[in-house]
């Protein structure tokens, strides 16, 4: 523990000395989330993530996370430089969706609006029209759906089933799932729901229609945190990566958080749902990018020109 202090008392002062900003996302390390939030960077969802780093005046923004949220930053950002404390922190759906088998499936499919999920490569979003994240997936698809467009949808199966029941969109869809909230289970929810039934049930759309069946409220990780925040409900079970108790714990302390299931007994399984390559932030290195300028993001033109459209579509959607 003194060894951690030091080190974020370190990251501190090497944040202001180098004009430096750290930009968490809720699944990191909670050292990692208390210290953005104490030195005035933010821990939240990833479009709050690519807004705030497109919006703040630091030179570097350090941005704990995966991949594509350091790619979306640098994206945004060509003139800022873009650190992540590990470069093979990566996302199932990103590796599940390759891009040069991305191209040939819009190809295959000219008629139809590409839209991508945030969590993809600078170069699969370089054949999109639209970006999406889970907080506005949901609104920007019913646009589209209303503007009589059909949809081309990447690459999560769980998020793009979920929007096409709510809205009817006519969507072809991507076959990719997020390894973490794959393994939420319906049945084993249902279970743990009557041992608590007072509970409010709090589901990332990545998760199996069997969970999201159950789900009180469906909604990014900023949206299922406002849930515990307002909610009147003492006690929430909630199917996300566990890294965001931490900031639910912090505001909302008097509530009891219970993680949902994701093996056959949840009696047994205290801490499945946590993202491995999120568990690749640690604060050695964030320490190493601000000392030595390790981990930088760079996305190559024309890729980031080409990927710059559907992101900057979006952000102008949600304003
Ligand atoms: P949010 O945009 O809801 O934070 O989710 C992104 C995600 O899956 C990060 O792993
Ligand atoms: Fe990707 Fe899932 Fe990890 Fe998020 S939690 S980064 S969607 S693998």
């Not at 139809?112 to 490569?121: F, H, I, K």
């Not at 170069?123 to 019913?142: F, G, N, P, Q, Y």
């Not at 589901?203 to 009180?216: K, M």
Request: with cysteine.
């Amino acid at each position: 523990p003194a060894e951690r202090e030091a080190a974020k008392a370190r990251i501190a002062e090497l944040l202001k000395a180098r004009d430096a900003v750290l930009v968490a996302h809720y699944y990191v390390d909670g050292d990692l989330q208390d210290l953005a939030l104490a030195t005035g960077g933010i821990v939240a969802d990833s479009l709050e993530m690519a807004r705030f780093g497109r919006d703040h005046a630091a030179k570097t923004l350090v941005v704990a996370g995966v991949r594509f949220m350091g790619e979306s930053a640098k994206i945004l950002s060509p003139d800022k430089r873009v650190l992540m404390p590990d470069l093979d922190a990566t996302c199932s759906l990103d590796l599940g969706c390759p891009a040069d088998e991305f191209a040939a499936f819009c190809d295959a499919h000219p008629d139809r609006e590409v839209v991508v999920y945030a969590n993809t490569s600078a170069a699969v979003k370089a054949r999109a029209d639209w970006m999406v994240t889970s907080s506005c997936a949901l609104a920007i698809v019913e646009h589209l759906k209303n503007q009589g467009r059909k949809i081309l949808w990447a690459p999560d199966r769980h998020l793009g089933r979920y929007i096409q029941e709510q809205t009817g969109a006519d969507m072809l869809m991507w076959n990719g799932a997020c390894i973490v909230h794959d393994e939420f289970k319906g049945l084993e929810l249902d279970l743990l729901k009557r041992e608590h039934p007072g509970a409010m049930v709090l589901v990332h759309p990545e998760s199996p229609a069997s969970v999201v069946a159950q789900a009180d409220v469906v909604g990014s990780t900023s949206q299922l945190l406002n849930a515990v925040i307002r909610g009147d409900a003492p006690a929430y079970i909630v199917a996300t990566d566990n890294g965001i108790l931490h900031r639910m714990r912090q505001l909302a302390p008097g509530k009891t958080l219970i993680e949902a299931p994701t093996a056959g007994n949840s009696a047994t399984c205290k801490s499945c749902a946590h993202c491995p390559w999120m568990a690749m932030n640690a604060l050695q290195g964030v320490l190493a990018c601000l000392e030595h300028g390790a981990g930088e993001i760079t996305v190559p033109e024309p890729t980031r020109a080409q990927a710059l459209g559907c992101i900057e579509r979006m952000l102008d959607f949600v304003q």
